[in-house]
């Protein structure tokens, strides 16, 4: 069984900055990749930010580059994703994703790819 569970959302003014947290809990060890997705009110769902096992590899959504940071801690089987520089269109509930049976180094940007989601935590941006 695996268990995927987000927390850090929040209500923040627009240029200000949240930090999500993601915890992926597991009865066997397995490696797996990990991914944000966000979806907005009206929109579909987006991809934000991915990383690979080792955690070396990474890849961010164009509306997200330099100002989202993606990351995790293997010992402690969480990620994060650190988001500076707020602004009302980042407003949406935030998705951690979990995919197993993956190499180290590789990472995936399609929600269909992952098997394994959180409930999801909003964050809300206001001007």
Do not use: H
């Not at 809990?25 to 944000?36: D, L």
């Not at 801690?73 to 979990?98: F, H, I, W």
């Amino acid at each position: 069984q695996v268990q995927v569970e987000e927390s850090g959302g929040g209500l923040v003014q627009a240029g200000d900055s949240l930090r999500l947290s993601c915890s992926v809990s597991t009865v066997t060890f397995i490696r797996y990749a990990m991914a944000w997705f966000r979806q907005a009110p009206g929109k579909e769902r987006e991809f934000v930010a991915a990383i690979s096992w080792s955690g070396y590899n990474t890849a961010y959504g164009d509306s997200v580059k330099d100002r989202f940071t993606i990351s995790r801690d293997n010992a402690k089987r969480t990620g994060n994703l650190q988001m500076n520089s707020l602004n009302p269109e980042d407003t949406a509930v935030y998705y951690c994703a979990a995919r197993g049976g993956v190499r180290s180094g590789v990472i995936y940007d399609d929600a269909s790819e992952y098997s394994y989601w959180g409930q999801g935590t909003q964050v809300t941006v206001f001007s």
